[in-house]
């Protein structure tokens, strides 16, 4: 969870409007959902993990290819290679959170969603970092 | 039938009077061989004829580097044992009483550490083993 709420305040800060899986059905544009779709403990015989790389995906919906584009850059330049104690927002209290790397590792096009009449482009890191910390 | 968890063998040494668990180990192995002399002579019509050789052995171990270690001994206390020369007793095999394992006097031969990008860093060892190698029981608690 910590995780999340570091992208959450990370890009919020950066100006992103940001949702955890799904947007408001009445989110303005451009916004940019997050998810994470898999994580890979690294554990020994007798040690839990230290080190889980997760996989993060942020999906950016625009109503113009263009800011689309821009909003994705955005999303990539304020993730891409952050590392170190994180703070995020717990309610009203500050905490941290620590990344080992944030790495992006891959970016496309996603499509036209008709229904929203909006682009879309996908985003993918990888992460380091403890969950169990 | 005793299947084992990989998880439950472990490598151990004993240096010093004290037995040390290695820590952050993932994989560990015993290759343990027997190369018999041939004692083949021209008359045995094509049939090879052997007498017992010598025996030997090697153990490897791999695992997660952690210079902090503090649940056994790392790379790092292994590199200490290589770099001095020292011979071990190692055991590899099940900790839990009544449980068996292997047994030999062994030597570090090499130690190597592996540290990739945005990836876990390892290390590992080869071990020569010395003398006699046995089969031997945890004591029952």
Redesign the interface.
Known sequence: MSLERVIFTKGTAAGVTMYPVIAAANASYPFCIYETSGNSP??????KS??D?TTVVFTVFAKTFQACKTAAALVRSTFDNISGSQSYANGTATEYYTID?F?WDDESDSGFDYETEAFTRTLIF?V?HNIGN | MAVKNGNLVLLRYKSASTTYTLAGVVSNSVEISHDPIDVTTKDQNGVATYIAGRKGGTMTVSGLYDPAATTGTGALDVFTLLSNGTEVEAYWGETTASTKYFKANAFITSISVDAEKDGVTQWSANLQLSGAISVETNATT
């Open positions: 690294n554990h020994s015989k007798t040690e230290q080190l790389i790397f790495r990888k380091g």
